[in-house]
């Protein structure tokens, strides 16, 4: 069985897994880097939504969409109630395959926390978490044996409505700045991260 759709427009972060080919749109990673950016106290963390799919050995994840979420929405049965319905509104035929984290400038969050969190609210397998510590940023997994971080994952470009949409939404300080100055920021954030971790060439 081959996969569907492998995006054609992609940049490599670090290295390659056998067992699970990560793939995280740009406004993903853009959304969730301004989060960071906008600081807190206790850091902030959210969902990822995107699809699975399998082919061989391999499994491959394709991240689509981030929303900010509260320990309530997770939780309850009203707030997964609630979640359920604005994730099928705003990014239709999408599934929760994991999340995000953002830590607090100056203080990382332990990893017992996260393994914590992980193990609470995301226990379906193959979920991952995109842990964003200064200005590194990186995906990991929680088998039995603890939370382990991948040797990479790709950066896909396309053409992501619903994810732009949400942005602008959620964020009136994105909505408010020139379509100049919107591109100054993200264009910043992939040569930051460019420098941090050199693309590696595509096999």
Partial sequence: MEVQKIPKNIRQIGGIEDWIKVYVEDYVVTYIHRLKAQGSAEGKYGILLGKKERAEQSVYLFLSGAMEV?????????????????????????????????????????????????RRYFQKEYQVLF??????????????????????????????????????????????????????????????????KPAVPKQ
């Fill in 131 to 196: 842990w964003h510590k200064d200005q590194e940023a990186d995906f990991y997994v929680c088998p039995i044996r603890g939370l382990e971080r991948l040797k990479g994952y790709h950066i896909y470009y396309e053409r992501n409505e619903e994810m732009q949409e949400y942005m602008i939404l959620s964020s009136p300080h994105f909505k408010a700045e020139p379509e100049e100055r919107k591109e100054e920021l993200i264009d910043n954030y992939r040569r930051i991260m460019q420098e941090k």
């Fill in 70 to 118: 509260s320990e309530e929405e997770l939780s309850g049965e009203s707030g997964q109630a609630r979640l359920e319905e604005t994730i099928s509104q705003r990014f239709p035929g999408t599934e929760v395959w994991g999340w995000f984290l953002c830590d607090s400038d100056g203080q990382e969050t332990s990893g017992e926390k996260a393994e914590l969190i992980f």
